[in-house]
């Protein structure tokens, strides 16, 4: 859609990445590091300033006691982070349970490493699952839950309670779970994020992953990274170096410097959030969609069912025809396209007067 929006001269509220700036700091720390000539390979899994900033920064928010020299890995984004401890820890033939809609990446993750993807729906509109459902999806096949809270493409983010309850399956099924807390700081209306791996029974069972991209607006420079245990990071470090040695050395420094930022830089990413997500679900409610409005993240799930009979894709690329809006078809988010052929994502990571013009378009043509 990125690359439909950039033809068609549309305003681009698809693909999940800020177009502001990234603090400034921490781009002086890199453009610093650049010139101090660090241009070699880091040691693979991280360089040691960051794995420590990674440490202090997990113990102190996420509440997971983490020792920066045998349970942190620094990967190329969250994404490589995902598919290196599905790799280490996934045999061919086991089962990995997903929630669905899912970030499109998950599905193919579980394919590359043999696995089948098992569904569990969360149901609108607080996308909310069946506890029943999710206790029979786990069985003798699986060997992973894939927890992403705050949750792309819905904003969901998961309560402790739906917490306890996952963790209550994963340990009477010793399974693991492999969480994605890339949004874990961009949360609304007061949400508390809890991390599963401080769950009783999950320390020993969860690899924990964030990153860079979205809480310091850099998606480009791929730093991200996981926290487990000894007996899992082991594996998982040794697929990452496979997979790509290691991130880019240079943005590890300034990314060491960026995790250190003061409770003031998290508490006013909330804020600045919280003013883009009312801009826009107020303009999306104003032009008549039915919005499930985010809990936590960046993106507000629509049913476009009240404006139209097209389907997702059809009526996204109606909207951004000609100067439009560009959004995700929900369908990129199913296992099944027919479960998201009523809904379509947009992303309000974006300056006030992009969603300004997005708002003026929107009007023109829904209001
Ligand atoms: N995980 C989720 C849930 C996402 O939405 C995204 C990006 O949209 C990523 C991971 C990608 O993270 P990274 O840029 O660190 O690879």
């Given at each position: 859609m990125s690359r439909v929006c950039r033809a068609e001269g549309g305003v681009n509220l698809?693909?999940?990445?800020?177009?502001f700036a990234a603090p400034a700091p921490m781009k002086a720390a890199a453009s610093r590091a650049i010139e101090a000539d660090i241009n070699q390979y880091a040691v693979t899994w991280g360089a040691p300033r960051l794995r420590e900033a990674i440490a202090r920064r997990t113990a102190a928010y996420n509440g997971i006691p983490t020792d920066a020299e045998t349970d942190v890995t620094v990967c190329c984004g969250a994404t490589e982070a995902m598919i290196a401890a599905l790799l280490a820890t996934v045999d061919p033939g086991d089962e990995v349970i997903v929630f669905e809609p899912?970030?499109?990446n998950y599905g193919p993750d579980c394919v590359l490493a043999g696995a089948a993807p098992r569904f569990v729906s969360l149901r609108a509109?607080?996308?909310?699952?069946d506890p029943a459902e999710l206790a029979a999806?786990?069985?003798?096949?699986?060997?992973a839950i894939i927890v992403n809270t705050?949750?792309?493409?819905?904003?969901k983010v998961l309560s402790r309670a739906e917490l306890e309850l996952i963790a209550g399956l994963c340990v009477e099924h010793d399974v693991l779970a492999i969480t994605d807390?890339?949004?874990?700081?961009?949360?609304?209306?007061?949400r508390e994020h809890v991390s599963l791996?401080?769950?009783?029974?999950?320390a020993e069972r969860t690899v924990t992953i964030s990153g860079l991209s979205k809480t310091w607006s850099?998606?480009?420079?791929r730093i991200g990274w996981c926290v487990a245990q000894p007996e899992l990071t082991a594996p998982i470090r040794k697929v990452h170096d496979f997979l790509t040695?290691?991130?880019?050395a240079p943005l590890q420094e300034a990314a060491a410097d960026a995790l250190g930022f003061g409770d003031e830089y998290f508490a006013r990413l909330a804020v600045d959030y919280t003013a883009r997500r009312d801009a826009l679900v107020s303009v999306l409610e104003e032009v008549g969609f039915e919005v499930f409005a985010p809990?936590?993240?960046y993106y507000a799930m629509v049913d476009i069912r009240r404006h139209t009979e097209l389907d997702d894709v059809a009526f996204a690329m109606e909207l951004v025809r000609g100067g439009g809006v560009a959004t995700v078809p929900?369908?990129?988010?199913?296992?099944?396209p027919r479960d998201g052929r009523h809904l379509i994502r947009f992303c309000f990571a974006k300056r006030s007067e992009t969603l300004e013009s997005a708002a003026t378009i929107l009007r023109e043509r829904l209001g």
């Open positions: 698809a693909q999940g990445f800020p177009d899912f970030y499109e509109p607080d996308w909310s699952f999806a786990f069985g003798p096949r699986t060997r705050p949750h792309n493409p819905t904003g807390e890339i949004y874990e700081y961009i949360l609304y209306d007061g791996a401080t769950l009783p029974g999950m850099a998606t480009g420079w040695v290691g991130a880019a809990g936590g993240a929900g369908s990129s988010f199913f296992a099944d």
